[in-house]
């Protein structure tokens, strides 16, 4: 059972467009956190949400956590070809010891 | 600080065989955890370890095996491999059960 889900799968766009990418549950998460994968590497945290409503940014990217706590997204303005990676959100619960990870969002930006 | 160092990074196996992959992290970090990640695809917890001594089963747990004998170390044993245990492993660690997680660079394991 996939908890979290994120959309779309697999996104290529030019560069300095803007995209949105969602992460989406039917569960309440304590908090949500985005971590950033490039090829050959572990992921790399990004930012953690843990307010319903909270926006958090980061440069051009900005984040948001929903105001139920299930779900959020990840905004980019002006996507540069450095923001190519694989983009994981991943929940957290008060009751549990670990984190539920989405299957992710492939982003490629092409030059 | 290292952080968090796995070997090998590459690994080639025949089906039955065995092999331990290694993770230490230098964080003092109470919390590891060992993920599969199969190509294109997102986690899936394996294990996880929340202090030494202390392990327990997460998404995919077949055909794995964990100790927890020190806080830096979480070696990831594998029996019998099975060419559905090609992957790419990483090892993480952290501070608590929801806070930022560390990742390993990864082990790339094939399993022929």
């Known amino acids: 059972t996939q908890l979290l889900e994120q959309s779309p799968q697999f996104l290529s766009i030019q560069e300095g467009e803007n995209l949105t990418v969602y992460c989406n549950s039917s569960?309440?998460?304590?908090?949500l956190q985005w971590y950033r994968q490039e090829p050959g590497e572990g992921p790399v945290l990004l930012v953690t949400?843990?307010?319903?409503?909270e926006v958090k940014k980061l440069k051009r990217l900005t984040f948001q956590f929903g105001d139920a706590r299930k779900d959020s997204s990840l905004h980019i303005t002006a996507a540069q070809t450095g923001d190519t990676g694989l983009y994981l959100c991943a929940g957290g619960r008060d009751s549990s010891y670990k984190l539920i990870f989405g299957s992710g969002t492939r982003l490629l930006v092409r030059p | 600080n290292a952080g968090v160092t796995q070997t090998p990074k590459f690994r080639i196996l025949k089906i039955g065989q065995s092999m331990t992959l290694q993770c230490t992290q230098d964080?003092?970090?109470?919390?590891m955890y060992w993920y599969r990640q199969d190509p294109g695809m997102g986690l899936k917890l394996i294990y996880y370890s929340v202090g030494a001594g202390i392990t327990d089963k997460g998404e995919v747990p077949n055909g794995y095996n964990v100790s927890r004998s020190t806080t830096e170390d979480f070696p990831l044993r594998l029996e019998l491999a099975a060419p559905s245990q090609t992957s790419v492993y990483f090892c993480a660690s952290s501070r608590g059960p929801d806070g930022e997680q560390f990742f390993g660079p990864g082990t790339r394991l094939t399993v022929l």
């Open positions: 949400v843990v307010t319903g409503g």
């Open positions: 569960s309440v998460f304590s908090s």
């Open positions: 964080m003092n970090h109470n919390y």
